[in-house]
């Protein structure tokens, strides 16, 4: 009993370590003018933080050309 009850502890520490990565997608839209064209960045497999960092990074790029970025 007390080896299933340490085999549950440990699974669940080790559960509680791992982090959510899912896929997401960053789409900038052109501010002016539509029929605009739509740029789609694809994150796989990464935590949100950093697929949100990387796309407000992307909206700083693109802010240049008018575009505004939002992560998905």
Excluded: E, H, R, W
């Amino acid at each position: 009993m007390k080896k299933i009850t340490l085999l549950a502890a440990a699974a669940f520490i080790a559960i509680s370590f791992t982090s959510c990565k899912k896929d997401y997608t960053c789409t900038c839209k052109d501010k002016t003018t539509p029929p605009d064209v739509d740029i789609v960045i694809k994150y796989t497999k990464v935590k949100k933080k950093d697929a949100q960092a990387s796309c407000d990074a992307a909206n700083n790029t693109y802010a240049i050309i008018d575009y505004g970025c939002t992560l998905n």
